[in-house]
């Protein structure tokens, strides 16, 4: 998210490391991506909630959870005005960024080869999720 941004959570880095576990800090805080199929939150198909694990906003509810043989946890839609959503450029590449809404974390990217009717993949970082089960 740009740096002019303000969020309603907000905690300086000593606070956010003191938190969150080094992998979570490391893709919520510094836009790092887990290795595929490390989390186990890409086998998880209970009823529940996904939350962010930094500041436990619901986000994704297991209904819209499906596989999609990527190794990440992926959905097809969030929960209503969870995420905000900015242009990434890295890799040389223009893909679309998924952040939290309240906290700023960066939670993964949406493609646009998803199931129908939206056509979307969410396709999230276990570690910046956590799953509250139903």
Excluded: Q
């Amino acid at each position: 998210m740009p740096a002019t941004e303000t969020f309603e959570i907000n905690k300086p880095e000593a606070g956010w490391r003191k938190l969150l576990t080094p992998e979570a800090f490391r893709v919520l805080r510094k836009h790092g991506t887990e290795r595929a199929g490390s989390s186990p939150l890409d086998r998880e198909y209970g009823p529940g909630t996904y939350l962010c694990a930094g500041c436990h906003l619901p986000l994704y509810a297991s209904e819209t959870k499906y596989d999609s043989r990527t190794g990440w946890p992926s959905f097809s839609a969030p929960i209503e005005g969870a995420i905000r959503t900015s242009t990434d450029r890295s890799f040389f590449i223009e893909r679309t960024e998924v952040h939290c809404r309240r906290c700023g974390g960066h939670l993964g990217h949406v493609f646009e080869d998803g199931p129908e009717p939206a056509g979307l993949r969410y396709c999230m970082n276990g570690a910046a999720l956590a799953f509250r089960r139903a």
